[in-house]
């Protein structure tokens, strides 16, 4: 069973970088989709980034901005977020499972997840 843990949220400004990081314990995301996503105050959940097989998948709210990124041992997934708005604000979460292409955009298809963390854009 996997368990996952993100961090690196915090407090930037408008125009600032901020890298998040999620580890995974107890079993590796190996030959699952891991995905990146974010849910503001009074909003749904919203897709961000995927990596799958080799492939990025992106929100286009976030492409051109953020990255994602994973290690070779997947145990570590990374999303590189840069030129932040503060309409980036929200709790980020990872999660993991085995999802097909068509719905990797869904927050349903995901059956492992982080508690989240907190990024807040100041403007």
């Known amino acids: 069973q996997t368990q996952l843990v993100e961090s690196g949220g915090g407090l930037v400004q408008a125009g600032d970088s901020l890298r998040l990081s999620c580890v995974a314990s107890g079993r590796t995301f190996s030959g699952r989709v891991m995905g990146w996503f974010r849910q503001a105050p009074g909003k749904e959940r919203e897709f961000i980034a995927a990596?799958?097989?080799?492939?990025?998948y992106y929100a286009d709210s976030v492409k051109g901005r953020f990255t994602i990124t994973t290690d070779n041992a997947k145990i570590t997934s990374y999303l590189q977020m840069s030129s932040l708005k503060p309409e980036d604000t929200a709790v980020y979460y990872c999660?993991?499972?085995?999802?097909?292409?068509?719905?990797?955009?869904?927050?349903?298809?995901?059956?492992?997840w982080g508690q989240g963390t907190q990024v807040t854009v100041s403007s």
């Open positions: 999660a993991v499972g085995n999802v097909i292409t068509s719905q990797i955009r869904q927050s349903q298809s995901y059956t492992t």
């Open positions: 990596f799958k097989s080799g492939n990025t």
